[in-house]
């Protein structure tokens, strides 16, 4: 049956069936162009997959930095004496174990308190010279940023009251000077001092605006680092705020505190983790804003390719139109037929893009590192859809509004 044998039905049946025979009509022309189609909705697809990249790389940096911070040290604050080579310093500058105390009993704020002092030293492990980064840290140390104890155990409050020469090596220069076996119970030389060692830790994370733990590095209690250096200040203090909330406060505070304590020229620096969340937040908008102009690039192309089609197949279809006036159909539904054909042909890249956004992900993330989660939101198919919708009725109104206004009579006329 033709097309006007099925307008004239239509008709009849009344709108529920004219509205079934347009949809007919219009899945019909894409058939009929099944290449001109091919070609518009590859745009639409790449656009429609873009936004969901977009949205998926997005939260997954946001959750990736988290968990590093989450893994160095949830709510940190770290601060330290800024040595200025333009004036003289002065031991009284430095921060020292009594500040810590000051910090813990008068900042209400804070819940851990925990410093550090490096030095490097060179070590003899079975003939081999190896530099590591010696790191005194005092009791609360571990409550802070967590340190991963791969064998043997962490310092014990007994070891610090009785001045025990215990030590932890890292991971990396257990790999180095014991080849890969078990370094616990063995004795290394520090300086003149003989360290038994009692563990072997990793970072949960590397050092994020902190650098005190290196690859080779050897972990003592504080009293004895002053035996090695001969100096007992403190290099780098660590405060853990209550909550995330009072970040900001205990920030302020310990800057207050440490410069009432040490009145003069002397200047600290007291930073938190929301630099690392600011660059991340830069990196993140960085990449969404290219995704972005890739998306809209795309999809402005596609949206041109859908006009281009639209308006070739109102040229094409000129006569058919004529006749469907003829036989009865308003401008409405001519504009409605082709304003469909137009979201269809949107329709069809934006599902095909919402499929190729869902699977880069799946295949990229068995070559991701295994602290890297990626994250989907179910939200961003429907954002894509939406929009490559959208993208086609804007698009694809010209051509529609311009077949609604075809004459009947010279449109039967057309060759």
């Given at each position: 049956?033709?097309?006007?044998?099925?307008?004239?039905?239509?008709?009849?049946?009344?709108?529920?069936?004219?509205?079934?025979?347009?949809?007919?009509?219009?899945?019909?022309?894409?058939?009929?162009?099944?290449?001109?189609?091919?070609?518009?909705?590859?745009?639409?697809?790449?656009?429609?997959?873009?936004?969901?990249?977009?949205?998926?790389?997005?939260?997954?940096?946001?959750?990736?930095?988290?968990?590093?911070?989450?893994?160095?040290?949830?709510?940190?604050?770290?601060?330290?004496?800024v040595?200025?080579?333009?004036?003289?310093?002065?031991?009284?500058?430095?921060?020292?174990?009594?500040?810590?105390?000051?910090?813990k009993?008068?900042?209400?704020?804070?819940?851990?308190?925990?410093?550090?002092?490096?030095?490097p030293?060179?070590?003899?492990?079975?003939?081999?010279?190896?530099?590591?980064?010696?790191?005194?840290?005092?009791?609360?140390?571990?409550?802070?940023?967590?340190?991963?104890?791969?064998?043997?155990?962490?310092?014990?409050?007994?070891?610090?009251?009785?001045?025990?020469?215990?030590?932890?090596?890292?991971?990396?220069?257990?790999?180095?000077?014991?080849?890969?076996?078990?370094?616990?119970?063995?004795?290394?030389?520090?300086?003149?001092?003989?360290?038994?060692?009692?563990?072997?830790?990793?970072?949960?994370?590397?050092?994020?605006?902190?650098?005190?733990?290196?690859?080779?590095?050897?972990?003592?209690?504080?009293?004895?680092?002053?035996?090695?250096?001969?100096?007992?200040?403190?290099w780098?203090?660590?405060?853990?705020?209550?909550?995330?909330?009072?970040?900001?406060?205990?920030?302020?505070?310990?800057?207050?505190?440490?410069?009432?304590?040490?009145?003069?020229?002397?200047?600290?620096?007291?930073?938190?983790?929301?630099?690392?969340?600011?660059?991340?937040?830069?990196?993140?908008?960085?990449?969404?804003?290219?995704?972005?102009?890739?998306?809209?690039?795309?999809?402005?192309?596609?949206?041109?390719?859908?006009?281009?089609?639209?308006?070739?197949?109102?040229?094409?279809?000129?006569?058919?139109?004529?006749?469907?006036?003829?036989?009865?159909?308003?401008?409405?539904?001519?504009?409605?037929q082709?304003?469909?054909?137009?979201?269809?042909?949107?329709?069809?890249?934006?599902?095909?893009?919402?499929a190729?956004?869902?699977?880069?992900?799946?295949?990229?993330?068995?070559?991701?590192?295994?602290?890297?989660?990626?994250q989907?939101?179910?939200?961003?198919?429907?954002?894509?859809?939406?929009?490559?919708?959208?993208?086609?009725?804007?698009?694809?109104?010209?051509?529609?509004?311009?077949?609604?206004?075809?004459?009947?009579?010279?449109?039967?006329?057309?060759e």
């Amino acid at each position: 049956m033709t097309f006007v044998a099925l307008e004239a039905q239509s008709r009849a049946l009344g709108k529920t069936t004219l509205r079934f025979l347009t949809l007919e009509i219009a899945c019909d022309s894409l058939r009929r162009n099944r290449l001109r189609v091919f070609l518009a909705t590859i745009g639409v697809t790449i656009g429609s997959a873009c936004i969901i990249l977009v949205v998926t790389v997005s939260l997954t940096a946001r959750s990736y930095v988290m968990n590093q911070i989450e893994a160095l040290g949830s709510n940190l604050i770290y601060a330290n004496y800024v040595y200025n080579p333009n004036r003289p310093s002065s031991l009284d500058d430095d921060i020292n174990l009594s500040d810590l105390q000051a910090v813990k009993a008068e900042i209400p704020e804070v819940s851990e308190v925990a410093g550090t002092r490096q030095m490097p030293v060179t070590l003899e492990i079975e003939g081999n010279q190896i530099p590591a980064n010696v790191v005194g840290v005092t009791e609360r140390f571990q409550a802070i940023r967590k340190l991963t104890i791969l064998r043997g155990r962490y310092f014990e409050a007994d070891d610090a009251r009785s001045h025990a020469r215990v030590c932890l090596v890292s991971a990396g220069l257990a790999q180095r000077g014991w080849s890969g076996a078990s370094p616990v119970g063995e004795h290394i030389r520090l300086g003149e001092l003989q360290f038994q060692i009692i563990g072997v830790f990793t970072q949960r994370v590397s050092s994020i605006g902190t650098n005190e733990i290196q690859r080779e590095s050897v972990l003592v209690p504080f009293n004895q680092i002053t035996y090695l250096s001969g100096e007992d200040h403190v290099w780098l203090m660590y405060a853990q705020a209550r909550t995330p909330a009072e970040v900001p406060v205990v920030t302020r505070s310990v800057y207050q505190l440490l410069k009432s304590r040490h009145p003069g020229p002397a200047a600290y620096r007291v930073q938190n983790l929301d630099a690392v969340l600011q660059v991340a937040d830069h990196v993140a908008f960085a990449l969404k804003s290219v995704m972005l102009l890739i998306a809209l690039i795309a999809m402005v192309s596609s949206g041109t390719g859908i006009m281009n089609i639209m308006l070739a197949s109102v040229m094409e279809r000129t006569q058919e139109i004529g006749i469907r006036r003829a036989v009865g159909a308003r401008p409405c539904h001519i504009l409605f037929q082709f304003l469909l054909e137009a979201v269809m042909i949107s329709l069809a890249g934006g599902i095909a893009g919402v499929a190729l956004g869902l699977t880069i992900p799946t295949f990229i993330k068995p070559m991701l590192q295994d602290t890297v989660t990626v994250q989907f939101s179910w939200l961003s198919p429907f954002l894509a859809l939406l929009v490559s919708c959208l993208f086609g009725l804007s698009f694809g109104f010209l051509p529609a509004r311009r077949a609604a206004r075809l004459d009947p009579a010279e449109s039967l006329r057309y060759e």
